[in-house]
């Protein structure tokens, strides 16, 4: 089973910066999974990656296969950016079950 | 509506009763799941359908029932419930057929206390 491991817990950060949040697992994987659970509890999928890098406005996220781990960048931070920021992984292989990370508390400040 | 659905939202109820949380969603997506969300545990698989008739056990089905008769439908029961059980579920079910990249959608969450 594949073990997941996120970091920071918790990230604070002032309008405007520029965020970093890591994901790094232990078995080879097909594609990763980042998502975003808004305060209200709600979880929508921001991207899935099997490798390089993709972006979508403000976000990039990024994928090294060879050493099994992930990157989240938010540039220009907002305070709508606050939420909790969870990777997900194949548990094994290409399965379609998942694990999840713990997740990243991130609270942005005016 | 389109989408994936979950009812009840909220839910309270005693030790011991069964519970019966109910997921729809309108794509005729093959794979569904249902994850409970702890604090501490993040999310964890309980049960997951690869399609109408078929399910498996995830990460934690412990106390927990399944059925998938439709492939829109994917029940989640709670035979006899205990505060361990007390949670948040989402449903999920899995987009287009090109297995190596299918992007999640999540149901919007059933908040579930037990008493």
């Known amino acids: 089973k594949n073990e997941v491991e996120q970091s920071p817990q918790n990230l604070t950060a002032q309008e405007g910066e520029f965020i970093t949040i890591n994901c790094s697992y232990s078995v080879g994987i097909s594609a990763l999974h980042w998502l975003q659970q808004h305060p209200g509890g709600g979880i929508v999928s921001l991207f899935m990656?099997?490798?390089g890098k993709k972006k979508h406005g403000r976000l990039i996220a990024t994928i090294n296969i060879q050493e099994k781990h992930s990157s989240l960048h938010i540039t220009a931070s907002h305070p709508r950016d606050s939420a909790v920021y969870i990777c997900?992984?194949?548990?094994?292989?290409?399965?379609?079950?998942?694990?999840f990370g713990k997740g990243t508390k991130l609270t942005v400040n005016p | 509506d389109a989408g994936i659905t979950q009812s009840p939202r909220y839910k309270i109820t005693e030790t011991g009763r069964q519970v019966t949380l109910m997921c729809h969603q309108t794509w005729s997506h093959s794979y569904m799941f249902w994850y409970r969300q702890d604090l501490g545990h993040g999310l964890r698989l309980i049960y997951y359908?690869?399609?109408?008739?078929?399910?498996d056990k995830g990460e934690v089905p412990d106390g927990y029932v399944v059925s998938r008769s439709k492939t829109e439908n994917f029940p989640l029961t709670l035979e006899s419930a205990t505060r361990s059980q007390t949670s948040v579920y989402f449903c999920?079910?899995?987009?287009?057929?090109?297995?190596?990249?299918?992007?999640?959608?999540f149901g919007p969450g059933t908040r579930l206390t037990v008493t």
């Open positions: 359908s690869a399609a109408a008739d078929i399910t």
């Open positions: 999920a079910s899995i987009g287009p057929e090109d297995r190596l990249l299918r992007e999640q959608y």
């Open positions: 990656l099997s490798s």
């Open positions: 997900a992984l194949p548990s094994q292989g290409g399965s379609e079950k998942l694990v």
